[in-house]
T-cell receptor
Framework: DAKTTQPNSMESNEEEPVHLPCNHS???????IHWYRQLPSQGPEYVIH???SNVNNRMASLAIAEDRKSSTLILHRATLRDAAVYYC???????????????????FGQGTILTVHP | DTAVSQTPKYLVTQMGNDKSIKCEQN?????MYWYKQDSKKFLKIMFS???????INETVPNRFSPKSPDKAHLNLHINSLELGDSAVYFC???????????????FGEGSRLTVL
């Protein structure tokens, strides 16, 4: 499985933007870049995903490098509720688009612990 | 309504016992998963079922046996519990993967298993 590398921890102040980096130099052409976060004592929560183009949703933005070897999750205005472990994951697809079904699995790394200060 | 629900939320038991954790999803998804999060907080996939068929089995000991009676349920049965089985077990589900869906996972809140 292609692996990702993230900083162990980052800190931010409330209402400031946060840029969470992720390196995935061994990404393959059909791997989607997924971001999840895990708040304390909760299950992981989907944040955003993308393939090649930058993506925006109500939670965050995802900026993907042109060579796809890195990406950045952007929280535009951090709140205290954004304090969590953020996981950058490559979605491995098996038999993609080959006329049959494809099953992906998420392999979680250690993630980045984001601390948000009031 | 909770999308992915697991029971029990907490389970404390003795070594050697057999226990089960149940999972149900009301999202109409085809695929369900079990993940284990150990004390170091690493999340590892254990099993995945698609429409009641086992599709991922990640070198998990035979003591762990998943059972999917229908595509909305995936239960995890553990025989002869060991100390190292203590962890938080997360159930998840995702829609069928095709060109429209890249299959984001929806996780339950976890079941904390403590083996004494």
């Amino acid at each position: 499985d292609a692996k990702t590398t993230q900083p162990n921890s980052m800190e931010s102040n409330e209402e400031e933007p946060v840029h969470l980096p992720c390196n995935h130099s061994t990404i393959s052409g059909t791997d989607y870049i997924h971001w999840y976060r895990q708040l304390p004592s909760q299950g992981p929560e989907y944040v955003i995903h993308g393939l090649t183009s930058n993506v925006n949703n109500r939670m965050a933005s995802l900026a993907i490098a042109e060579d796809r070897k890195s990406s950045t999750l952007i929280l535009h205005r951090a709140t205290l509720r954004d304090a969590a472990v953020y996981y950058c994951i490559l979605r491995v697809t098996l038999s993609p688009w080959a006329g049959g079904t494809s099953y992906g699995k998420l392999t979680f790394g250690q993630g980045t612990i984001l601390t948000v200060h009031p | 309504d909770t999308a992915v629900s697991q029971t029990p939320k907490y389970l404390v038991t003795q070594m050697g016992n057999d226990k089960s954790i149940k999972c149900e999803q009301n999202l109409g998804h085809d695929t369900m998963y079990w993940y284990k999060q150990d004390s170091k907080k690493f999340l590892k996939i254990m099993f995945s079922y698609n429409n009641k068929e086992l599709i991922i089995n990640e070198t998990v000991p035979n003591r762990f046996s998943p059972k999917s009676p229908d595509k909305a349920h995936l239960n995890l049965h553990i025989n002869s519990l060991e100390l190292g089985d203590s962890a938080v077990y997360f159930c998840a589900s995702s829609p069928h993967l095709d060109k429209r869906h890249t299959g984001e996972l929806f996780f339950g809140e976890g079941s904390r298993l403590t083996v004494l």
